[in-house]
């Protein structure tokens, strides 16, 4: 099980929809999530290290990433986040 990140094309943006999916904001915490459901997302601000099965993976503004389903994971916001968010197949 592994997080998907890559950087999108502002076409690929578009393609996706992803102006259109609704938006998630927290400030600087730590906190454990659980993926019940696979989730998509697209930060618009912010910074977040995710640590999972020993491994760290570090998410920041413009990063397209892709949490799989059965995902446990512990979030580390470093700088408040904003992102938009789908849990919808595409």
Known sequence: M?????KLTEKQIKELNIKSWPVWEKEESKFNWFY??????YFLEG???ITFN???TKIKKGDYVVFPKGLS???NILKKVKKHYSF???
């Open 54 to 56: 020993g491994k760290k």
């Open 73 to 75: 994971c512990e979030w």
């Open 36 to 41: 019940d459901q696979e989730e998509r997302c």
């Open 2 to 6: 592994e997080i998907k990140t890559e």
């Open 88 to 90: 919808k197949p595409l």
């Open 47 to 49: 910074e977040v290290e």
